[in-house]
T-cell receptor, first 114, second 113 residues
Framework: KQEVTQIPAALSVPEGENLVLNCSFT??????LQWFRQDPGKGLTSLLL?????REQTSGRLNASLDKSSGRSTLYIAASQPGDSATYLC?????????????FGGGTRVLVKP | DGGITQSPKYLFRKEGQNVTLSCEQN?????MYWYRQDPGQGLRLIYY???????QKGDIAEGYSVSREKKESFPLTVTSAQKNPTAFYLC????????????FGQGTRLTVV
């Protein structure tokens, strides 16, 4: 069974520092990996989708890498701002899962201090 | 604007009552999903549907029911059989292709009073 882990569970950085968020998964047979942002009491906002054939994906200050062989993805947020404070979740779609169901990590709660 | 709309945002249920959470999407997605989020437990899949008039149980389907009569709509009913329904409920949709992006609604917070 696919398991997704995000360590650390919480992270605090000063404004301007680069953020590095980790995601690991146990089974490399995935269709894709998706990073989400969740603000308190809100739904999930999709940040980046990396297809299994891709190594990385970029959007503005965000860059996500994917290494299927080692079962790892990293989300980089450059020059962090207080508005980046949120919980970040990664999720994979395992090839063996019917219905394109996402398997989620537990999330990393980020606080960017002014 | 395209997206997923969940309603209501907050819902209160008395003991023994059934309540229905609404989820509507205008993204023309075939697949729709219901997740439950509890503090410290992450997201758990309740039900999903890949096509109209068809749906499957997820990991924690007991005490819940769904219907998929229209492509745009996937309502979730929390029945009295669900013993611990207080949680944050999230609806999502996605295409059928393997590399399609999933999108989520803003959630419904259900509280038992």
């Amino acid at each position: 069974k696919q398991e997704v882990t995000q360590i650390p569970a919480a992270l605090s950085v000063p404004e301007g520092e680069n953020l590095v968020l980790n995601c690991s998964f146990t089974d490399s047979a995935i269709y894709n990996l998706q990073w989400f942002r969740q603000d308190p009491g809100k739904g999930l906002t999709s940040l980046l989708l990396i297809q299994s054939s891709q190594r990385e994906q970029t959007s503005g200050r965000l860059n996500a890498s994917l290494d299927k062989s080692s079962g790892r993805s990293t989300l980089y947020i450059a020059a962090s701002q207080p508005g980046d404070s949120a919980t970040y979740l990664c999720a994979v779609i395992p090839i063996k899962a019917a219905g394109n169901k996402l398997t989620f990590g537990g999330g990393t709660r980020v606080l960017v201090k002014p | 604007d395209g997206g997923i709309t969940q309603s209501p945002k907050y819902l209160f249920r008395k003991e023994g009552q059934n309540v229905t959470l609404s989820c509507e999407q205008n993204l023309n997605h075939d697949a729709m999903y219901w997740y439950r989020q509890d503090p410290g437990q992450g997201l758990r899949l309740i039900y999903y549907s890949q096509i109209v008039n068809d749906f499957q149980k997820g990991d924690i389907a007991e005490g819940y029911s769904v219907s998929r009569e229209k492509k745009e709509s996937f309502p979730l009913t929390v029945t009295s059989a669900q013993k611990n329904p207080t949680a944050f409920y999230l609806c999502a949709s996605g295409g059928q292709g393997m590399n399609t992006e999933a999108f989520f609604g803003q959630g419904t917070r259900l509280t038992v009073v």
